[in-house]
Nanobody
Framework: QVQLVESGGGLVQAGGSLRLSCAAS????????MGWFRQAPGKGREFVAA????????YYADSVKGRFTISRDNAKNTVALQMNTLKPEDTAVYYC?????????????????????WGQGTQVTVSS
């Protein structure tokens, strides 16, 4: 009933930038937070960034802090991930996700199980 659609992935060289966007459609739902996760070949799904919808509080993985910025647009019901100074290690499929239930601990934003809806993912490839 709820669809999340990512866009903006692509192929870039190390040091370049990409901007990912995620749009929600379908039935309305109570949005507590939205986040970005990524999964590289042979690895599990890794937390990247999250934003609390009510007050714009943001959370970042240490590996991307200072390089990536998550933002939201309430009117458009979208969330974006600006990725700068990309590294080959950032290569992965990036997924957006929505949490409909309250998250009380800041550390819990990093946990994929706390998110209820997921997009299909968009490929980001960073060459050396």
């Amino acid at each position: 009933q709820v669809q999340l659609v990512e866009s903006g992935g692509g192929l870039v060289q190390a040091g370049g930038s990409l901007r990912l966007s995620c749009a929600a459609s379908g039935r309305t739902f109570t949005r507590f937070a939205m986040g970005w996760f990524r999964q590289a070949p042979g690895k599990g799904r890794e937390f990247v960034a999250a934003i609390k919808w009510r007050d714009d509080s943001t959370y970042y993985a240490d590996s991307v802090k200072g390089r990536f910025t998550i933002s939201r647009d309430n009117a458009k019901n979208t969330v974006a991930l600006q990725m700068n100074t990309l590294k080959p290690e950032d290569t992965a499929v990036y997924y957006c996700a929505a949490a409909t239930k309250a998250i009380f601990l800041s550390s819990s934003y990093r946990t994929a199980a706390n998110y209820d809806y997921w997009g299909q993912g968009t490929q980001v490839t960073v060459s050396s």
